[in-house]
């Protein structure tokens, strides 16, 4: 598979755990994309509207032939596959899934930004992308990723899950 990127799976509502197995198997099982590696479950607290339910949150190293447009329409149809109601924007989720990074490209439609725009400043977010590879630099700046961490103000993670997702699948990934 030629491109290599990241994604950041979350979910605050209903039985996250099988929200987040269901997505991560359609996408390993997708003949377009490959797991690589999966870091550990995040719980954290909920960024944006704060009354709600804490999240289980997890990266994934992938590779993919789909094109960054490709994967965004495979991600959206997966999140919609695996349950996620329309509601609004920073409300519960079953399941959210976004593209923090696509090899070193730099992309900014309408409907897709690659880096993520939040990704630098979410803790949650890059706790777990270090995890996979702590030597990830921002495309555009070129600074280290983990050089990020130290301007974050607030801490959303809560905990370092012992979760286990290829467990939980049944090693069906």
Known sequence: MANRSFLSLGSNIGCK???????????????????KNIS?????SAYGKQNQP??????????TDYTPKELFDRIKSIEVLTGRKK?????EREIDIDILLFNNELIETPALIIPHPGMIKRDF?????????SELRHPATKILLKEYLKTIKENYILSKTKFNLLELSGGKL
Do not use: M, Q
């Not at 755990?17 to 797991?35: M, P, Q, R, S, W």
């Not at 804490?54 to 590779?63: A, M, P, S």
């Not at 509601?87 to 409300?91: A, C, K, Q, V």
């Open 54 to 63: 804490d999240f289980l949150n997890v990266v994934l190293k992938i590779e």
């Open 40 to 44: 550990s479950l995040y719980e954290t």
């Open 87 to 91: 509601r609004e924007r920073w409300s």
């Open 125 to 133: 977010v890059l706790v777990p992308l270090l995890e996979l590879d």
């Open 17 to 35: 755990e099988a929200y987040l197995t269901e997505a991560i198997h359609l996408l390993n099982n997708d003949g377009k994309c490959a797991v």
